[in-house]
C-alpha cells in the first residue's frame, strides 16, 4: 500500500488533521473543537494537556474514516497556533495553563523589554506586543514568580503535542519566530533577548527547520495512536512550522511575492521574502519562514472569521453559513453601518491591546442581514490596513490567495476583493490551510524532497474587485480610519 501523510494543525479553536497520499490527494480529514479560558479581562489560556487529549481523539475520527491508509503513514508534520507560551517543569509537565496569542496582559512588560534590548524590533522582526511570546515571561518573572523559578523548558503549542509523540524537544524557525526571542536574520536564539526576560538558551528547545526529520514517533504514542509502531525506519515527524507558516506551504507561497489572505480565528496577510526584510515601525511582522534561507512580511490580525461566529452568536443564529447567505442574497454595495472588529484588541497596524469591537450607525431600520455585511466589511477594512502596513514595509500587494474557514464564502472573498482593489484567488481545498501545509512538511522529511512539493492547488475561483464599489469602499475604509482614531482615548480609559 502506498505511503501516507499525517498533518496535524493545533489550532486555537479547534484541532484539525488530514490524511495525504504521496499524490497530494486529501483522503480524509477531521477536527474537534477546543475551549479557550478567560479567567480575567483581556486574558486567554488553554490547558497544553487538551491539545494532546484533542489530538489522541481527533485522529482516531481519522483513523475509523481513512481506514487502512492511515495505518500507512510514514510521517507526521505539526502545526499549531503561534505565540502562546508553554512552561515546562523539570519534570516535563505543564507549570501552570499556556499563555494564548491573544493574551493581552503582558502590555507594561513590551515597553520595557524593548527598552532593555536596543533595536529589539530588529533583531526580533517586529516590536513587543503583549500576545507574543517573550513579555509574557517577563510578566510572569514579576507577577508569578514561584512558576518562573521552576521554569525547565519554554515550548510553543505544537511542540508540546511534539513531546508527547517524540519525547524531544524541538521547536522549528517559524513558530520559534513568532516567540520574539529568535534572531531572525541568524536563525539562531537571541542571548541578549533571553537574557532580558531573565531566561537562558539552556531552557529553550532546539532548533530545527521545518522540513527536516526531527524525531520519531515513540512506540508508546503510536499504539495509543492507532500507527505502525514496527514500521521500518519508524514514523518520522517533521520539523513542523507555526500556522501561518505552514498556511503558506500549503497554498505554495514559497517564493519571493507570493501573497495569500489567512482567514481563521484571527487574519494574516502574508507575503514570502527571499531575505529578511524587519520594519517594525510598520508594525509588520518579519519572520523566519518554513523553508531554509526563507523569510515572510505579515500584517497580523488578531480578529478573523472568530468576528462572524461573535455576531451569529450575539444574534442567536446556530447556523452561521446561513446567516451569511442570507446577507449575501441581501447585498446591495457598500454601507455606512461599520464595524470595528478589535474583539480581543489588535495588532496590525494599532499595537492596542485595549481596542475592541464596535458596531457603529445603528438606526431603527437595521437588519439581521446589514449587521452581518458590516462585520465582514469591517475584517476587509481591516486587512486593507495590513495592505498599507505591508506597502510602508516596501511591499506592494498585486493579488492575492485566500485560505482558511472564512475562504469557504464566496461573498465575503467578493468584498475583500473590492476592499483591497486586487484579484483574489480561491483555492479547491483552501479551507484545510496549515494542517495541509503539515502534511507536506511530513513528506518532505520523510523523502528529502524541498519547496517542490509546494505546489499552488487547483484554482477554483479567482474574484476581480467590483468596479463600480471602489469609491464607496475607499470612502467606508477612510471612515473606518477616522472611527478608531475618535475611540481609542476611550478605549485606554
Known amino acids: 500500500m502506498t505511503e501516507t501523510f499525517l498533518g496535524i494543525d493545533i489550532g486555537t479553536s479547534a484541532v484539525k488533521a488530514v490524511l495525504v497520499d504521496t499524490g497530494q490527494r486529501l483522503l480524509a480529514s477531521e477536527s474537534r473543537p477546543m475551549p479557550t479560558a478567560r479567567p480575567r479581562p483581556g486574558w486567554s489560556e488553554q490547558d497544553p494537556e487538551l491539545w494532546w487529549r484533542t489530538v489522541v481523539a ?190 503558506a506551504l500549503g497554498v505554495g507561497a514559497v517564493t519571493g511575492g507570493d501573497a495569500f489572505i489567512s482567514l481563521g480565528t484571527s487574519a494574516q496577510l502574508f507575503v514570502t521574502t527571499d531575505s529578511y526584510r524587519p520594519a517594525p515601525e510598520t508594525v509588520v511582522h518579519a519572520f523566519a519562514h518554513a523553508m531554509p534561507a526563507t523569510w515572510y512580511q505579515m500584517g497580523a490580525m488578531l480578529n478573523g472569521a472568530s468576528c462572524v461566529g461573535f455576531i451569529a452568536r450575539l444574534l442567536g443564529a446556530d447556523d452561521v453559513d446561513a446567516l451569511v447567505a442570507r446577507s449575501a442574497d441581501a447585498y446591495a454595495g457598500p454601507q455606512r453601518l461599520l464595524f470595528l472588529p478589535y474583539l480581543v484588541g489588535e495588532r496590525t497596524p494599532h499595537d492596542d491591546p485595549d481596542a475592541r469591537g464596535v458596531l457603529f450607525g445603528l438606526d431603527p431600520a437595521t437588519t439581521q442581514e446589514a449587521a452581518v455585511q458590516a462585520v465582514l466589511e469591517g475584517v476587509a477594512y481591516s486587512l486593507a490596513e495590513a495592505r498599507d502596513c505591508l506597502a510602508a514595509a516596501g511591499t506592494d500587494l498585486g493579488h492575492a490567495a485566500i485560505i482558511g474557514g472564512g475562504a469557504r464564502s464566496p461573498f465575503w472573498t467578493r468584498i475583500i476583493a473590492s476592499v483591497l482593489g486586487v484579484p483574489i484567488v480561491r483555492y479547491r481545498g483552501g479551507e484545510t490551510g496549515p494542517a495541509f501545509g503539515a502534511a507536506r512538511l511530513a513528506r518532505m522529511a520523510a523523502t528529502g524532497e524541498g519547496a517542490e512539493v509546494c505546489t499552488k492547488p487547483e484554482v477554483e475561483a479567482v474574484v476581480e474587485p467590483d468596479p463600480a464599489f471602489r469609491d464607496a469602499y475607499a470612502e467606508g475604509l477612510a471612515r473606518y480610519k477616522r472611527l478608531y482614531r475618535a475611540l481609542r482615548p476611550e478605549f485606554r480609559a
Not at 515546562?88 to 493581552?104: E, F, K, S
Not at 524590533?121 to 521552576?150: C, N, S, Y
Request: hydrophobic share 50%; with cysteine; net charge negative.
Open 58 to 247: 481527533v485522529l482516531a475520527d481519522l483513523r475509523d474514516k481513512a481506514g487502512a491508509p492511515y495505518r500507512s503513514v510514514a510521517a507526521i508534520g505539526l502545526s499549531g497556533q503561534m505565540h502562546g507560551a508553554v512552561l515546562l517543569g523539570a519534570d516535563d509537565r505543564p507549570l501552570r495553563p499556556a499563555i494564548l496569542w491573544n493574551d493581552a496582559r503582558a502590555t507594561a512588560e513590551c515597553r520595557d523589554l524593548e527598552a532593555a534590548v536596543p533595536g529589539f524590533g530588529r533583531i526580533a522582526g517586529v516590536g513587543a506586543m503583549p500576545g507574543l511570546t517573550a513579555p509574557k515571561l517577563l510578566w510572569l518573572q514579576r507577577h508569578e514568580p514561584d512558576v518562573f523559578a521552576r521554569i525547565a523548558c519554554v515550548m510553543l503549542p505544537k511542540d508540546y503535542v511534539r513531546l508527547q509523540l517524540t519525547g524531544e524537544k524541538l521547536t522549528d524557525m517559524s513558530d520559534a519566530a513568532g516567540a520574539l526571542f529568535l534572531d531572525e536574520a541568524a536563525r539562531t536564539w537571541s542571548a541578549p533577548i533571553l537574557a532580558a526576560c531573565g531566561l537562558g538558551e539552556h531552557q529553550m528547545p532546539a532548533l530545527t527547520e521545518s522540513p527536516a526529520a526531527a524525531g520519531r514517533l515513540t512506540r508508546a504514542a503510536a499504539e495509543v495512536l492507532g500507527l505502525d509502531a514496527d514500521r521500518p525506519g519508524g514514523i518520522v515527524v517533521a520539523g513542523g512550522a507555526g500556522d501561518a507558516a505552514a498556511g
